[in-house]
């Protein structure tokens, strides 16, 4: 088991920044990929961004590439969104997830472990 704790969601004009962060615990988190996802009220979990276990590779959803970075420390069991330039079209609750294998990391149904989701509201 995994456990996937984020922090860090708020309301913020547009344009504004935001550091979304999820802290692990449980089983060695340096062997999961990392996911961050989001939710807008009707519509699918969509991939966000994803960060390999241990090679540093990034993907990046189309419409937050140069304005979101992942990030994450493995000796602090810890990743992290950096959110810049938001737009009100990104307002939606965000998760954190894990998943074993670098295969299918777009897919939300690939990944065992959920956090809670955290609020990220952007006003214009």
């Known amino acids: 088991q995994v456990q996937l704790v984020e922090s860090g969601g708020g309301l913020v004009q547009a344009g504004g920044s935001l550091r979304l962060s999820c802290a692990a615990s449980?089983?060695?988190?340096?062997?999961?990929?990392m996911g961050w996802f989001r939710q807008a009220p009707g519509k699918e979990r969509d991939v966000v961004a994803v960060?390999?276990?241990?090679?540093?590779?990034?993907y990046y959803e189309d419409s937050v590439k140069g304005r979101f970075t992942i990030s994450r420390d493995n000796t602090k069991n810890t990743v992290s969104l950096q959110m810049n330039s938001l737009k009100p079209e990104d307002t939606a609750v965000y998760y954190c997830a894990a998943k074993m294998g670098p295969y299918n990391y777009y897919k939300s149904t690939d990944y065992a472990y959920w956090g809670q989701g955290t609020q990220v509201t952007v006003s214009s």
């Open positions: 449980g089983r060695t988190f340096s062997n999961y990929v």
């Open positions: 960060v390999a276990a241990n090679s540093g590779w990034t």
